[in-house]
């Protein structure tokens, strides 16, 4: 998750309409396959509905967020699970993991080699780290429209406007490897996401979008938001609810000495 300084997360919203992200992250628990004891972080744990899995399989984890309000939501509802507020591309952990987690968090990480390297110091040798996040082409359909609303008014979109880091895998496997990492699997998956209900849409881009419309006033987002709904409607609404164009990595890297 992103932003202390500036906290844009709303845990209780989060929790309440959009926990299908950590309902796909059981999936990817799998890939993990956590053992007894083992000692796990759970890179960017939201608000610890998967940190709390992972115990219940009993692993010893810690989860950490960037978000302070995350993480206060993760200490209420999980008390039993040590929870702390940490920037992905600052963690200070040497050697002490068996495996790194992380599920919807690293595409949120512009300076991705950052991140890798606190997360290959973090894992003991022979670690793991498992990880899923938003790959290229993700939401494309979503933000494509979004910019070219904003143009069309007649505004700039700049490159600092845009929140994600969305590689393909050739680009992410590669620096995996030259933090060295042994990367044991890679895909990029289609995994189109209903968003529940008429205002699905509004509701994603509202929860996660916000930084697209940095220097746009409320009445003018709004307005750009409607028109992206009227001119996305026959592509990804369909009974009832939106489909977001998802499009996912998951890697898994072996801490390795070659
Ligand atoms: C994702 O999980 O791919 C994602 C979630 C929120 C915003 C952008 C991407």
Not at 39 to 46: A, H, N, P, T, Y
Not at 168 to 184: H, K
Not at 236 to 243: A, S, T, V
Request: aromatic letters at 12%; hydrophobic letters at 40%.
């Amino acid at each position: 998750m992103v932003n202390t300084v500036n906290d844009q997360w709303n845990a209780h919203l989060y929790d309440k309409s959009h926990s299908f992200v950590s309902q796909y992250g059981i999936d990817l628990i799998q890939f993990l396959a956590p053992m007894e004891n083992e000692k796990i972080l759970d890179l960017g744990c939201g608000t610890g509905d998967l940190a709390r899995q992972m115990k219940d399989l009993g692993a010893n984890v810690i989860g950490v967020d960037k978000s302070a309000n995350m993480i206060e939501q993760a200490r209420n509802k999980y008390e039993e699970i040590a929870f702390e507020v940490k920037d992905a591309t600052e963690l200070l952990y040497k050697n002490e993991f068996d495996a790194v987690f992380s599920n919807a968090t690293l595409h949120w990480v512009k300076t991705p080699e950052k991140a890798l390297n606190c997360i290959q110091n973090s894992l003991k040798q022979g670690g793991r780290f498992v990880a899923e996040f938003g790959g290229k082409g993700n939401v494309q359909t979503i933000t494509n429209e979004i910019i070219r609303e904003i143009k069309t008014l007649g505004m700039d979109f700049s490159e600092e406007q845009f929140p994600w880091f969305y590689p393909s895998i050739a680009e992410y496997t590669s620096l995996m490897e030259e933090v060295g990492f042994r990367v044991t699997l890679a895909q990029h998956y289609d995994r189109p996401t209903k968003l529940d209900g008429e205002l699905g849409l509004q509701n994603w881009i509202e929860m996660f979008g916000a930084q697209l419309f940095n220097g746009i006033d409320e009445k003018q987002k709004q307005n750009i938001i409607k028109r992206v709904e009227h001119n996305l409607k026959n592509i990804l609404y369909k009974e009832g609810n939106w489909f977001a164009d998802y499009k996912r990595i998951r890697v898994i890297g072996v801490k390795s000495s070659y």
